[in-house]
């Protein structure tokens, strides 16, 4: 599996998540990261996933960042940006209507 720049940067993002989470990220870096969750729906939604395994267990195991794991996250931002790109989001003019 070839992966682009910008899949790249997603696993990047995704081995910094514990880090950032801990405050163990340096100031530059915890800008960048969240830079990137700023365009990234996909790193976003991981980020709320290991809070929230975090929130259960107290930590996460480093099997959480195994390479398979990083590999079908990177499959799953693939589909993002590709829904994204096929439907930009509309905007919503529905009006809304009371029972
Ligand atoms: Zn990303």
């Known amino acids: 599996m070839r992966l682009l720049a910008r899949d790249l940067a997603c696993v990047e993002a995704v081995e ?8 163990a990220l ?14 990234c729906d996909g790193c976003e939604a991981y ?3 290991v809070r929230a395994t975090i929130r ?3 930590q996460v195991e480093p099997k959480d960042l195994e390479p398979e794991t990083l590999d079908a ?3 799953l931002y693939r589909q993002f940006r590709a829904e994204d790109a096929a ?3 509309p905007p919503t003019d ?3 209507q009371g029972p």
């Open 56 to 58: 259960a267990t107290g």
């Open 16 to 23: 910094l998540v514990t880090d950032y989470l801990e405050g």
């Open 87 to 89: 439907e930009p989001t």
């Open 94 to 96: 529905e009006p809304e």
């Open 47 to 49: 980020l709320e996933q």
């Open 26 to 39: 340096s100031r530059r870096a915890r800008r960048r990261y969240e830079h990137h969750l700023a365009a």
């Open 73 to 75: 996250l990177v499959d």
